[in-house]
């Protein structure tokens, strides 16, 4: 069962464009919503995280948003660079449990 | 210190040997998180400690993996008689408190069964 749906599965932005990945969720126990952002050879690096009480969190030029009753969250990359070129892995946390389940990934490229 | 390390970076193993893989986590963190990695796929929830024990091992696939934490923490990842499927990158990652809320990914472990 995956329980973190994860969409599109790559994507090609031009330099400066708006990169968007979104995620959706099924168990409505999930309280806490991190991005990670994993180069080739690397492990992942957390970007930003939100919970749910909040339907909007900026970071820079990361910003995620949430939509609780719709089991949404999505990631925005503004003015997206070539080094932000990578794979994104959206996740999601139950309170009574402290692994994170993730979703399967967008391979981002970023053209110059 | 640092991040989490891992050792080896790379490791190839014959169908049927036992392999060992190790974490260094951060200093002072509480929680150690063990997840593999399949080739385009998001890492999968292995096994958790707090300090030293063990208290969720629900994702280990098989009796034949094995983890460890023994002081509470360096921690090894133990694979008996390996096979073909489990040939994965091994991700181990760290958290500074026991609610396991911002985890610090170690670079992984590739493994290779032939």
């Known amino acids: 069962q995956q329980q973190v749906k994860q969409s599109p599965q790559s994507l090609i932005v031009q330099k400066g464009g708006i990169s968007i990945i979104n995620c959706a969720y099924e168990n409505t126990a999930f309280d806490y919503f991190p991005w990670y952002q994993q180069f080739p050879g690397k492990g992942p690096a957390l970007l930003i995280a939100?919970?749910?009480?909040?339907s909007e969190k900026k970071e820079g030029r990361f910003t995620i948003s949430f939509n609780k009753s719709a089991k949404q969250f999505s990631l925005h990359i503004m003015d997206s660079q070539p080094g932000d070129s990578a794979t994104y892995f959206c996740a999601a946390r139950r309170g009574s449990a402290r692994q994170l389940t993730f979703g399967s990934g967008t391979q981002l490229t970023v053209l110059p | 210190g640092a991040g989490v390390s891992q050792s080896p970076r790379y490791k190839v193993a014959k169908r049927g040997q036992d392999v060992a893989l190790r974490c260094d986590p951060i200093s002072g963190h509480v929680s150690l998180f063990w997840y593999q990695q399949a080739l385009g796929q998001g890492p999968e929830f292995l096994t958790y400690?707090?300090?030293?024990?063990?208290?969720?091992k629900s994702g280990l696939p098989s009796d034949r993996f094995f983890a460890e934490r023994p002081e509470g923490s360096v921690s090894t990842l133990k694979i008996q008689r390996t096979q073909q499927e489990d040939s994965a990158v091994y991700l181990c990652a760290s958290s500074l408190d026991f609610r396991g809320g911002e985890q610090y990914f170690g670079p992984g472990t590739r493994l290779t069964v032939t």
């Open positions: 400690f707090q300090n030293e024990a063990q208290l969720d």
């Open positions: 939100i919970r749910p009480d909040v």
